[in-house]
């Protein structure tokens, strides 16, 4: 026996659990403890919390995340959908907590993945999330929110749910029935039925616990009374039969309407009323005026109440929008059951675009046409042969940097070097002439010269640049002080 808390006494993991042993299954009843929402694509955003499971009968544990999760829920069937939970468990062989995805199974009418409660594992499901057939994206309204349900996860309450009280009104009952034997010896046979009568028109109209099993299409309900309750072992499913004490019954909604597939699911509490081979259940179903109301905010192809309320939004497949001369206009009132692709284009930029035009809210700033002859840089034997330098430059294109040429956008160039040279002297002689774009020689122009001879050599290259770019001039001769001529570089735009 271990009682806690005392001085000088060591105590168990087992014996501190034992404080919150009488706290039931659940989240903290905080609106943003583990709430799970979508966070794009596949993805699921779960919110940190706090949360207590059950390692033993008298042992509770307690669950504390204090930062958001996010995880990526697998891609589904592109034919069938299916559930999945979002759980918290305890791994009581690992003796550890995670968080864990639970795939259901793949199916026309899914059912959802139950809590895990034995000797391995304790868990609660805080979300269940369908999984559409073919979904491109996990949605708000694909989400159904567990946390309030009793069966599945529930809100953590610190006290005591019910009293056993079968055991004492099995005694009351066997001391009334003796008391009642001992009195109606003491009364006429007349006396004595009316008082029986009074005392069975004093007796409450409680509702029954009936067990019920699933199999083979149909439900089996076996118990007594007229008022109903049970525990439905399987969803309810199309055509589903119910016998109750081997009679085949009549199923239908407070409103008339026969059950529809899904009218209660696994784990569920159920109350009907029998009357006759008739059981009316605990629900209303919906009137003409919701009806419609669902049909006018339901998509095409989907249905509820066993297909008796179909809807009628239509739903827009896939489709790739390319802009043109005239607005185009995504229909209203419908559904997008596919993905809408607005086409862009890369070359949407405002030097494409003339100036004073506008497209798409981009304006131009083209000014003209600007081809041919947009700069010149040049060297000369006559003049000492040095650096090459800049002789002319469209400005509108070109930056002119030191010795060097700097394009202010993209262009199309054409680079053309000339180099020409009269020798006089008893040796062989080299004179050349070279661009240079960003570290890439252009239009390489070499000339050669014996004694007392002249010559011209040209060289063309073309390249498209980028704004940015870096444009040099290189010359060099292996003799110039007998030598004159030069080398020269025109820059065209095509």
């Known amino acids: 026996m271990t009682i806690w808390p005392l001085d000088d006494v060591d105590y168990t993991a087992e014996s501190i659990g034992a404080f919150a042993g009488t706290r039931s299954r659940g989240v903290f009843a905080a609106e943003d403890c583990f709430r799970v929402s979508p966070a794009g694509g596949f993805k699921l955003r779960m919110t940190g919390g706090l949360a207590w499971l059950k390692k033993d009968r008298y042992w509770g544990v307690a669950l504390l995340e204090t930062a958001d999760t996010t995880v990526t829920v697998d891609v589904g069937s592109g034919q069938l959908p299916r559930y999945v939970a979002v759980a918290l468990l305890l791994d009581k062989t690992a003796n550890k907590p995670r968080m864990e995805l639970r795939y ?20 609660i499901i805080v979300a269940t999330v369908l999984q559409r057939a073919g979904a491109v994206e996990i949605t708000a309204g694909d989400i159904t929110d567990e946390r309030t349900n009793e069966t599945m996860c529930g809100l953590m309450r610190d006290a005591v749910e019910r009293l056993p009280l079968d055991g004492l009104t099995d005694q009351m009952r066997s001391e009334f029935d003796s008391w009642f034997a001992k009195v109606k010896g003491q009364l006429s046979e007349d006396a004595a039925g009316h008082l029986l009568q009074q005392i069975t028109g004093l007796e409450p109209k409680t509702i029954q616990p009936y067990t019920a099993q699933a199999g083979g299409g149909k439900l089996t309900l076996t118990g007594t009374g007229e008022n109903i309750r049970f525990v439905a072992p399987a969803d309810y499913a199309g055509g589903m039969k119910i016998v109750v004490n081997g009679q085949e019954m009549t199923a239908k909604t407070a409103a008339g309407e026969p059950l529809w597939p899904g009218f209660f699911v696994r784990g569920s509490v159920v109350i009907c009323y029998k009357n006759g081979n008739t059981l009316t259940f605990n629900s209303g179903g919906l009137t003409a005026a919701d009806k419609q109301t669902v049909r006018d905010w339901m998509v095409t192809g989907h249905s509820v109440q066993g297909g008796s309320v179909k809807g009628t939004v239509p739903v827009l497949g896939a489709k790739r929008w390319t802009p043109t001369t005239i607005d185009q206009q995504i229909p209203a009132g419908g559904y997008t059951g596919g993905v809408q692709t607005i086409a862009g284009d890369v070359a949407l930029k405002p030097e494409n675009i003339r100036k004073g035009v506008s497209l798409f809210l981009v304006p131009g700033t083209y000014d003209g046409d600007h081809k041919g002859l947009a700069a010149s840089m040049f060297n000369t034997l006559m003049m000492g042969w040095g650096t090459a330098k800049v002789g002319s430059a469209n ?17 199309q160039l054409r680079f053309v070097t000339h180099v020409w040279c009269y020798y006089d002297w008893d040796q062989r002689t080299t004179v050349a002439g070279e661009f240079v774009v960003n570290g890439t020689k252009k239009a390489n122009c070499t000339l050669q010269l014996s004694p007392q001879t002249q010559d011209v050599q040209t060289a063309a290259d073309t390249m498209f640049v980028s704004a940015g770019t870096r444009i040099e001039f290189n010359t060099t001769a292996t003799e110039n002080w007998k030598a004159c001529g030069g080398a020269v570089g025109f820059i065209e735009v095509m």
């Open 395 to 411: 400005r509108d294109l070109f930056d002119v940097s030191g010795n060097a040429l700097i394009a202010k956008r993209e262009l």
């Open 104 to 123: 259901g199974e793949y199916a026309a009418s899914p059912q959802k993945p139950q809590p895990r409660r034995d000797a391995y594992f304790d868990e």
